[in-house]
Nanobody, 126 residues
Framework: QVQLVESGGGSVQPGGSLRLSCAAS????????MGWFRQAPGKEREFAAA????????YYADSVKGRFTISKDNTKNTVTLQMDSLGPEDTAVYYC???????????????????WGQGTQVTVSS
């Protein structure tokens, strides 16, 4: 069983930056594909970014491409989401997700991820 714990959320002004981290325990982290999803108030959970098991391939939603960067450290069992140029539209609860079997074709589908963290709130407001 894989446990995921997110950290790094908070409040920031528009144009600011935040760095989210997800620490994993249990399982074999180096074999896991990792994703970040987010859920804004009143909206469905949506894909933000993902990275494959060895960090060689990354995937981004169009809404965050060029502003967010996902990275994976298999020596520290962590995945990080660097978020820059934040805007009010980025306000959401951000969830870390993991799975051994997600593929490049299914990386953006939340139903493909078996393991989920509890989420961390990100609020962008002036």
């Amino acid at each position: 069983q894989v446990q995921l714990v997110e950290s790094g959320g908070g409040s920031v002004q528009p144009g600011g930056s935040l760095r989210l981290s997800c620490a994993a325990s249990g399982g074999t982290f180096s074999s896991l594909a990792m994703g970040w999803f987010r859920q804004a108030p009143g909206k469905e959970r949506e894909f933000a970014a993902a990275i494959n098991w060895n960090g060689a391939n990354t995937y981004y939603a169009d809404s965050v491409k060029g502003r967010f960067t996902i990275s994976k450290d298999n020596t520290k069992n962590t995945v990080t989401l660097q978020m820059d140029s934040l805007g009010p539209e980025d306000t959401a609860v951000y969830y870390c997700a993991a799975d051994y079997w997600v593929t490049a074709q299914t990386m953006r589908a939340l139903t493909e991820y078996k393991y989920w963290g509890q989420g961390t709130q990100v609020t962008v407001s002036s």
